[in-house]
């Protein structure tokens, strides 16, 4: 069997939810671990505490005038409870929400009473609303994602000079003990030198979704990019890391930056490839940088034929991926993703049978292309300013 697919099998379908802090995301990494270890490599389980969150019922706002309408409603990662009958008022636009800068700067309307803001509706990308992260956690107001529909009722509404009244609820709890895993495999085949790679994809899903394509599809391309690396016996150093809590604020790759920083270690990673989102879209994104390092990249996505799949778009590094918290480091970096999202995206139909399995060999195809690079021609060392 494929080993992306067995993966991708075995996280979106036996595990199912792997939410930030909880257990399914606790039986992922234990899996993951397992896994590296039968294939072979020295695997570490590293463990960090964390501020967790929970929802406790399906968030919900309803209009009581103009017309009676009840939105799609979804939480924000984080969001302050109101109380349990809600918080009613009038409903303003509100300006732009910047969840990920770049990517996710969202129409919002504010719900007031006395012009005090009580809650924020925040449009959701499509369709029906999605949980998104939220990334400023230490600011605590009620804030839920609604729907695209529902944000043109509104604009109609309002357009029209009409007052909308409506009552919002989200009932949420901060989990003061939650803890999460990373799991760390090295792959050592160069032991002249204590530079390495980071090869990092996430586990972890969003609240409601079994996370076929975000992202266990990752973690099976990386999974595979292991054996294959291991298999060609490459003169390089390499860390493979299944990274935890990514959806709820990239908590598991700034925890395990900020460690190697801590312990001086992270002077000898010359490249972070991360892997994010692989089995569906019809766009391939990669966010590359810096230059000499994009120039890799690239040349890697067209001559192992990712490039010719699909149209590629090249964006800079921006929030919103686990290279991110390497990239601020003065990491050389690049994220390899299939995109737009699908229909399913952060929903519970984003399951096994709808993965294109080419287009997750293809990804992965990108990313040996790369390594087996980065072993022959190194990035310079002391390109960090750490
Ligand atoms: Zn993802």
């Not at 939810?17 to 294939?39: D, K, V």
């Not at 043109?152 to 999460?180: H, K, M, N, W």
């Not at 991360?274 to 990249?297: K, L, M, N, T, Y």
Request: a negative charge; proline letters at 7%.
């Amino acid at each position: 069997v494929d080993p992306a697919y067995r993966v991708m099998q075995h996280l979106s379908e036996e595990i199912g939810i792997r939410f930030g802090g909880t257990e399914g995301e606790h039986r992922a990494a234990e899996w993951l671990a397992r896994e590296f270890s039968t294939i072979g490599f020295p695997t570490e389980l590293q463990r960090y505490g964390f501020i967790g969150w929970r929802s406790l019922r399906a968030p919900s706002v309803t209009v009581s005038s103009p017309s009676v309408r009840k939105f799609s409603a979804a939480p924000i990662i984080y969001s302050a409870a109101t109380p349990p009958d809600g918080v009613s008022g009038v409903v303003r636009y509100h300006g732009k929400k910047e969840l990920i800068a770049g990517l996710y700067e969202l129409d919002c309307y504010v719900l007031l009473a006395d012009s005090h803001p009580l809650a924020h509706l925040v449009v959701g990308p499509t369709g029906d609303a999605i949980s998104l992260l939220n990334p400023r956690p230490i600011i605590q107001l009620p804030m839920i994602v609604i729907g695209t529909e529902d944000h043109a009722f509104l604009q109609s509404a309002l357009g029209d000079g009409a007052e909308v009244r409506a009552t919002a609820i989200i009932e949420t709890e901060l989990v003061p003990d939650a803890y999460a895993l990373n799991v760390i495999a090295s792959y050592r085949g160069n032991t002249n030198t204590s530079q390495r790679v980071v090869v990092i994809a996430h586990y972890d899903t969003q609240l409601t979704t079994p996370g076929c394509y975000d992202n266990a599809s990752g973690v099976g391309s990386m999974v595979d990019l292991a054996i294959r690396v291991k298999t060609a016996r490459l003169p390089i150093n390499v860390d493979f890391v299944a990274v935890a809590s990514e959806e709820i604020g990239m908590h598991g790759s700034t925890y395990l930056v900020q460690d190697l920083k801590e312990r001086g270690e992270l002077r000898n990673v010359a490249a972070c490839i991360c892997i994010d989102q692989v089995s569906a879209g019809d766009g391939v994104s990669v966010w590359a940088g810096p230059e000499d390092f994009r120039e890799r990249v690239l040349f890697s996505v067209r001559e192992s034929g990712l490039g010719s799949m699909a149209p590629v778009k090249v964006d800079d590094p921006m929030p919103g991926c686990d290279m991110w918290p390497f990239w601020v480091e003065g990491i050389p970096g690049c994220l390899l993703m299939w995109w737009r999202p699908p229909p399913y995206y952060h929903r519970p139909e984003d399951t096994l049978e709808k993965a294109d399995m080419s287009k997750v060999r293809a990804a992965t195809d990108a990313a040996f292309h790369l390594v087996k690079g980065l072993a022959r021609s190194p990035v310079d060392a002391g390109h960090a300013a750490v």
